[in-house]
């Protein structure tokens, strides 16, 4: 995982229970900061001297002897706000995947901006996340996965379309160019089961799996997932094959029961919504998608209540691969008893 600390002194926020942050110094604190239900007592200079919002609060506030400030609206919370007020001192604080996001957004609303001062935080995270962040795979998928929380912030700062962009762009890449890590838990690859073929002594050079990055995705919660296909889509650079194999592996994930066409009820209007956006995600291409996959997934529709407009499209495209003939899978299934609940008309559509 990637990292960047920023500053230099030694952090001396300490807790006074836990809903204070007291800032050890000899200096008398002048300002507190009230966020959520934590009171930070800290120092107006450092922080004024980073942050315009600030600047105008305490402007607007009347208290002669102690100014105290109550933030309830920032994003990330009291943590997001200690990582600002700590780069404000000099205080060393470490970034990474997991709070980046929520950093860049709490300075986003302490306007800590170059134009209050230079070098502000705004800036170095901006750095970060385009030369370190958006370069990495695996801190992309964190870094969207954060962002959920951060809404609209993270939106309107693009921070979720450059995770996006970033992660597809990834996905859609030669496979001979694939020089990072990666996750493939489904099969071992050659060199991991040692049956790496060797000619004439030297050991061949690996060879990264088209769908390398399949099973990664798998972590995404369905609104991010759909959003992610869409975009890896909408490149053009991915055979409809290994969109349709994405699809298979997030189903099998997601829909407990999928892979043996029997889907658990629990979270009826959460599986549905899910096995409603598969659908929709599914390739154009004739043949793309085996029939086993659609049939499964014409099954977890029928269970799950889905729309008519769904099935519908499950059938007309199950109807489609019939008639070009490829009916091997759907007498596989047949044989087995997966296809016990459909009308002959369903087949027939």
Known sequence: MKFMKLGSKPDSFQPD????????????????????????????????????????????????NIDEIHIQDIPGGPAAFEICAKFCYGMTVTLNAYNVVAARCAAEYLEMYETVEKGNLIYKIEVFLNSSIFRSWKDSIIVLQTTKSLLPWAEELKLVSHCLDSIASKACIDTSKVEWSYTYNRRKLPSENGKDPIWNGVRKPQTVPKDWWVEDLCELQID??????????????????????????????RLPGFSKGIVQSSDIMKYRSLAEAIVWLLPTEKGSVPCTFMLRLLRAAFLLECGEMEKNELMKRIGQQLEDGTVADLLIHASAGETTMYNVDIVQS
Do not use: M, W
């Open 224 to 253: 991010l997932y759909r959003r992610i296909i869409t975009t890896i889509k909408t490149k053009g650079r991915v055979s409809g094959d290994v969109i349709g194999e994405a699809l298979n592996a997030y189903a099998l994930r």
């Open 17 to 64: 229970g836990d809903n204070i942050r007291l800032v050890a110094t000899e200096l008398a604190t002048d300002i507190v900061i009230s966020v959520g239900d934590v009171k930070f007592y800290l120092h107006k200079f450092p922080l004024l001297s980073k942050s315009a919002r600030l600047q105008k609060l305490v402007a607007n506030t009347n208290d002669e």
